[in-house]
C-alpha cells in the first residue's frame, strides 16, 4: 500500500467531507442576524388603511413585539398568516404584533387580507424598504421580537414555528 | 430623523416604487425625503463629498458589486434584476449621494445582514483562510506538477539490475531426482 498516497489523499478528502457533513444540518438560505441583542432599527412608517396615520416602531415599547416581514407575492407567507392571527390572539394584550409589507402595493394588501380572513394586527408599508434593508431582510417570511426596551431577542427565518414563538414571547413576559 | 437631498430621478423611483409606477423621465426637480433611519446612527457622519450624477452612478455600481443579493445565488446587488437588490441598490445611491463613503455604505449593511452580504470577506480572523490557502494550494499543485515534468525530460529512469534468482530448494530437488 502507497501510505504517501494515502495519507495525501485523506489530507484532501477528510476536511472537505468535513465541511460538507457540517453544512448538511443547515438551511442554507438561513442567514445569521447580527443584530440580536442591539436595539432595532427605529422607524415611522405608513399604516396600511389608516388614512395616513403613521405607527412609530419605538411608540410600541413597554411591551415586546412581533415584527413580520411577509408580502403578498411570498407563497409561504400564506401558510404563517393563520398561525400569525392565531398568535397574535392568544397574545392579545401582553405583546405588540404588526407586520411590515416589503416590495408591495397596497391595492394588493387590502385584497390579500380580505382574501385571507382579514388582518388580525396593524400592517405597515415598508416605502422605499427602508425598514427591511436595516433589518436585513433577505428572503421572506422573516419575524424578529422585540423585548419590552425594543431590543432584538429572536430572528424566525421562513414560516413561524408557533411553539417556538411561544417559549420565547413567554420568557420575556 | 435625517434628511436627504437625492437625484430626482432615482428619488422619484423610490417614492414610487410602492406603488409599482414607472421610474420617473429625467429633469424632474429635485426634491427631499425623510428616510426612516439614518444611517449615521450606525456608521457615523458622513465621511465623503455628497455624489451627484454619472460620479453618484459610478459610485452605486461599484459599491453594488461588492454587496451580494440575498435573495440571489451569488449575484451583487448591481448586477441582480431582484427587486429586493433594486431596493438595497437605492439605499446605497442614497447613502452615497448623501456623502457616505463606500466603507460607510458596506458597514452600514453589515450592520444589518452580517458579514454575509460582502461578497469578498473581509481579510481578518478566520476569512484570512479563505485568502491564504487557495493560493498555497496552486502553487504546492505547480510545485508538484513542475517536479513531475523535469522527472519526466530527464529521460525514463534504468530499470534496476534483476536480482539473481533465489534457488528453491524443492526446484532444485525435483531437477536432482530428475537427473538421477
Keep these: 500500500m502507497n501510505w504517501k498516497v494515502l495519507g495525501a489523499g485523506l489530507a484532501v478528502v477528510v476536511p472537505l467531507v468535513w465541511v460538507l457533513a457540517s453544512g448538511f444540518g443547515k438551511d442554507p438560505q438561513y442567514i445569521p442576524s447580527p443584530l440580536i441583542g442591539k436595539p432595532a432599527p427605529d422607524f415611522t412608517l405608513p399604516m396600511l388603511d389608516a388614512e395616513g396615520a403613521t405607527l412609530h416602531l419605538a411608540s410600541l415599547q413597554g411591551k415586546p413585539t412581533f415584527v413580520n416581514f411577509w408580502a403578498t407575492w411570498c407563497d409561504t407567507c400564506r401558510v404563517e398568516h393563520p398561525l400569525l392571527v392565531s398568535l397574535s390572539r392568544t397574545y392579545a394584550d401582553r405583546v405588540h404584533f404588526v407586520g411590515i409589507a416589503y416590495l408591495d402595493t397596497e391595492p394588493k394588501l387590502r385584497g390579500w387580507l380580505a382574501a385571507h380572513g382579514g388582518a388580525a394586527f396593524p400592517t405597515l408599508i415598508d416605502v422605499g424598504s427602508t425598514a427591511a434593508v436595516a433589518f436585513g431582510v433577505g428572503r421572506l417570511p422573516e419575524s424578529y421580537v422585540l423585548d419590552s426596551a425594543g431590543v432584538i431577542r429572536h430572528k424566525y427565518f421562513g414560516v413561524v414555528q408557533p411553539r417556538q414563538v411561544i417559549v420565547d414571547l413567554e420568557a420575556l413576559l | ?180
Design chain 2, 1 to 180: 430623523m435625517r434628511t436627504f437631498a437625492l437625484g430626482a430621478p432615482a428619488l422619484l423611483w423610490l417614492l414610487a416604487g410602492s406603488a409599482g409606477a414607472a421610474p420617473p423621465a429625467e429633469g424632474a426637480p429635485a426634491v427631499e425625503v425623510q428616510l426612516g433611519l439614518d444611517p449615521a446612527t450606525i456608521v457615523g457622519a458622513a465621511a465623503a463629498d455628497p455624489l451627484a450624477g454619472e460620479a453618484l452612478e459610478a459610485a452605486t455600481r461599484a459599491t453594488g458589486l461588492k454587496l451580494r443579493c440575498p435573495t440571489c445565488q451569488g449575484m451583487s446587488v448591481a448586477e441582480s434584476p431582484a427587486e429586493g437588490a433594486r431596493a438595497m441598490k437605492t439605499e446605497v445611491e442614497k447613502m452615497h449621494a448623501a456623502g457616505f463613503s463606500e466603507q460607510q455604505v458596506l458597514d452600514f449593511f453589515e450592520a444589518s445582514y452580517g458579514p454575509f452580504i460582502l461578497l469578498a470577506p473581509r481579510r481578518e480572523g478566520a476569512n484570512l483562510a479563505l485568502w491564504i490557502v487557495p493560493p498555497v494550494l496552486l502553487a504546492a499543485g505547480g510545485l508538484l506538477a513542475m517536479g513531475q515534468l523535469r522527472r519526466r525530460r530527464a529521460g525514463p529512469a534504468a530499470p534496476p539490475e534483476s536480482p539473481p534468482a533465489p534457488s528453491d530448494p524443492w526446484r532444485d530437488r525435483v531437477r536432482r531426482e530428475i537427473e538421477e
